[in-house]
């Protein structure tokens, strides 16, 4: 078991003989998850790269912020991440979220904004030579959906790609 000491997440803990770490750290009051596949573990190069990411947490959590925001008129994929909470939803909910129960009237910006702190996933096919990939996981409320959306980043930090998809942890 190797130690290691990040930034924002304090001292963290990576078992080289699993698979696939998962682990939670505490940010700001909140508890996030990390994923690290173990070939990340197990490439000293590539895991302090991803160690260097981590580091820039608050950085990445701001542009990924507002990737959402910018794209959200023209990615479709954005749009359906929102809406489909309009469709699934009672209103007491949608007003408690999004200060609205009516999709038309969503003020983006402000809900972005209100988005809980994202999980962090490193994930082994984003991986490229030592160059890597990671994505934010945004939810909502990790208290009232199981839905993220995902802004998909590389190693200089640029958005390359949004994923939605139900939460799936464990």
């Known amino acids: ?20 770490k998962k682990f939670f750290v505490n940010y700001n009051g909140y508890e996030l998850n990390i994923k690290l596949p173990k070939l990340i573990i197990d490439n000293k190069d590539i895991l302090v790269k991803c160690l260097d ?3 820039k947490y608050h950085e990445i959590n701001k542009i ?11 990615d479709n994929l954005i749009k359906k991440y929102f809406e489909y909470h309009f469709m699934e939803f009672e209103k007491e909910k949608l007003f408690r979220i999004f200060g609205t129960n009516d999709f038309e009237n969503i003020d983006i910006r402000r ?6 702190y994202p999980d962090l996933s490193f994930d082994v096919k984003l991986v490229n030579g030592n160059k890597i990939g990671f994505s934010l996981d945004y939810m ?7 839905e993220q959306l995902s802004v998909k980043m590389d190693e200089r ?5 949004f994923e939605h998809m139900c939460y799936e942890w464990g």
């Open 1 to 20: 078991m190797t130690k290691y000491i990040t930034k924002y997440f304090g001292e963290i803990s990576l078992n080289e003989a699993k698979n696939y």
């Open 53 to 55: 990411v981590m580091d």
């Open 64 to 74: 990924g912020k507002n990737g959402i925001i910018e794209n959200f008129s023209q």
């Open 111 to 116: 809900t972005v904004e209100r988005m809980e």
């Open 140 to 146: 909502v409320s990790k208290r009232f959906s199981e």
């Open 157 to 161: 930090l640029k958005i390359i790609g």
